[in-house]
């Protein structure tokens, strides 16, 4: 495991919170069985930041029912680098993003997140502008979602996020994603024509629910962007 800065914890309910950091790592673990968030980055406005959380395995957090309950979030941070994480069978969403954060998504595959609760879906992004600290907002690319429900992508304004390469296989063609905060989702095909020219709509096949690896003739083996 890696796990450095001064504000980084291990309890209960999130299992690796880490709190009004300048700057950090967390690497290298595998978080199950939390009742809260698997890894939370948290703190006032621009008071967390540069974080880089690499290389986890986090599955199975939040109890049957439990809402709000992600694999990797972030409140009010920025400049966070989430990248190479293997994220599954979390009970709200793989990954949540919300206030003000602000960062890089890159090379992450996450599978049937929202299996109970709030049922975000793959990618929950709530963000309601960009940093008022760096004026930036959050890049996603080079993922693997697959199976998310009741959708992959949950966006209240695309405005402040750029999205492009993905891999999206969602559960039901008609709830692909939403991008006006939940109040009705739409189809890959709609929301293609607007938005992630390059990303792909197809089954990554996965080798197994335990084996993330694309199988050979994947579409999307190898279509990322460096």
Not at 73 to 93: L, M, Q
Not at 107 to 129: A, D, K, P, Q, V
Not at 160 to 170: F, G, I, Q, R
Not at 202 to 225: E, K, Q, V
Request: proline share 4%; charged share 10%.
């Amino acid at each position: 495991n890696t796990l450095t800065g001064p504000g980084i914890a291990i309890g209960v309910p999130n299992a690796i919170l880490a709190t009004n950091l300048a700057s950090g790592t967390i690497s290298g673990n595998e978080v199950s069985q939390a009742g809260g968030d698997g890894i939370d980055i948290d703190g006032t406005a621009g008071s967390t930041s540069a974080i880089e959380i690499h290389d986890n395995h986090v599955h199975h957090c939040g109890a049957s029912g439990a809402t709000a309950v992600d694999g990797i979030t972030s409140h009010a941070t920025c400049r966070s680098n989430v990248s190479y994480n293997i994220i599954h069978d979390i009970s709200a969403s793989g990954m949540a993003m919300v206030v003000t954060s602000c960062g890089t998504i890159y090379n992450n595959t996450i599978y049937n997140c929202g299996t109970s609760g709030t049922n975000r879906g793959s990618i929950y992004i709530s963000t309601t502008g960009l940093s008022p600290t760096f004026g930036i907002g959050w890049t996603v690319k080079n993922n693997i979602c697959v199976g998310g429900y009741p959708r992959e992508l949950f966006l209240q304004n695309p405005s402040y996020v750029t999205l492009d390469y993905n891999c999206w296989w969602e559960l039901d063609a008609a709830h692909f994603g939403t991008i006006n905060n939940g109040s009705s989702d739409i189809t890959w095909s709609t929301y293609h024509a607007s938005y992630e020219p390059n990303s792909i709509h197809a089954n990554p096949l996965l080798t197994s629910a335990t084996d993330f690896h694309p199988l050979p003739g994947s579409l999307c083996y190898r279509r990322g962007i460096a």
